[in-house]
């Protein structure tokens, strides 16, 4: 069968966003002639909570039922109707895959019927980019460090698709440690925002918990450990609303230091003066404070995605898609081809 895939229009304006890699169904509209993005979400939370964590097979379905509604809501908030539409980029990957084949499926058959390209976007390039989507721009060469609930990662992002790992998590996520250390104390799913909240209410110094891998020269982190030294703490403990408050703190103080440390670090081994921080975790305030605290006195610039845009969405998967459509890439073909696992140093 030959398939034909319509070449980009040289003025292409107005992409739309598709994003279902996880737990969110986001979409968004990107509008490159005013720098404007409207979107629309639907977090799956509820539906995984009684799990304690996402469900796969839940996920998938669940963006089914979501997508359409959502990109509807979208257009019309947009004030917009499909034919404006002049590309549309959608999660490849790294993500599950039956929740992504949701949003390539969709993806395909939208831009097959309004006969316009279609894209495949890397889901950390675009968390990478989502500050781009702040009144305050980076401009590449920057140092990046991305954390969300997968990844912990420091890079040198030298241009579009041209990114060096620097550092990278040995084992787990500083959003998964969230997530675990919350769970411990009983906290909601998803973790990370409810614990950082109760450590609003902890004494200081109450507990001091290490600040793992800090003495070791490289660029690496590993919060396995962190979460291991926390739980046995609290075993030791009354395990009262107090005391959980203050563990929370000790354990957001040590996760935060860490990051920053390591920031410090590639600062000034790379010479970069932009730092950019994405993903989930990138909404945490103490991080943003104490980020704050380091760039400073390096005469750093630091830059964050707007606070909406820090865990997934849409707008940054139609920004990210916009930057390379309008640079002339697009899918080859109608094939839906999305991946599990891609390593953002293997971009181009
Ligand atoms: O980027 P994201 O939405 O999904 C992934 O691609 O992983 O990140 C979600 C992660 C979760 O682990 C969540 O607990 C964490 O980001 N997170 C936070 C905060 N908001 C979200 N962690 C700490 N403090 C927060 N305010
Ligand atoms: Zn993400």
Redesign the pocket.
């Known amino acids: 069968m030959t398939t034909v895939v319509k070449r980009l229009r040289p003025s292409i304006l107005r992409v739309l966003g598709i994003e279902t890699s996880?737990d969110e169904t986001g979409i968004a509209i990107y509008d490159s002639e005013n720098d404007s993005v409207v979107q629309t979400l639907f977090s799956q939370i509820e539906l995984h909570a009684p799990f304690g964590g996402v469900v796969p097979e839940l996920a998938s379905r669940d963006h089914i039922r979501k997508i359409i509604p959502l990109i509807r809501a979208a257009l019309d908030k947009a004030g917009i109707s499909p034919p404006s539409i002049n590309g549309i980029a959608y999660t490849k990957g790294p993500g599950l895959m039956g929740a992504l084949l949701v949003g390539a499926t969709m993806a395909k058959t939208l831009g097959f019927a309004l006969d316009i390209p279609t894209l495949g976007v890397h889901?950390l390039e675009a968390?990478l980019l989502a500050p781009f989507l702040s009144a305050d721009k980076p401009q590449f060469p920057f140092l990046a460090l991305l954390v969300?609930?997968?990844h912990t990662m420091l890079i040198e992002a030298k241009a579009l698709g041209h990114y060096q790992i620097l550092g990278d998590t040995l084992d787990d996520a500083a959003?998964?440690a969230?997530?675990k250390v919350a769970k411990l104390l009983g906290l909601p799913y998803?973790?990370?925002?409810a614990l950082?909240k109760l450590a609003t209410q902890g004494v200081p110094n109450r507990f001091h918990f290490p600040r793992p891998m800090i003495n070791r020269p490289e660029l690496n982190f590993s919060f396995s450990g962190l979460k291991t030294h926390t739980l046995g703490v609290f075993k030791k403990t009354h395990q009262d609303e107090k005391i959980k408050a203050d563990i929370a703190h000790a354990f957001q103080e040590a996760v935060v230091d860490t990051l920053a440390i390591k920031c410090e670090r590639a600062l000034k081994k790379t010479g970069l003066k932009q730092l950019v921080v994405a993903?989930?975790?990138s909404?945490?305030i103490r991080l943003r404070e104490k980020l704050h605290s380091i760039t400073k006195p390096l005469n750093t610039q630091l830059f964050f995605p707007p606070l909406d845009l820090c865990?997934?969405n849409g707008a940054m998967i139609a920004y990210a898609g916009y930057l390379r459509l309008s640079k002339g890439e697009h899918d080859p073909d109608l094939a839906i081809q999305t991946v599990a696992r891609w390593p953002i140093d293997t971009l181009r």
């Open positions: 996880c889901h968390h969300s609930g997968g959003g998964e969230f997530d998803p973790g990370g925002p950082a993903g989930g975790v909404a945490n865990t997934d």
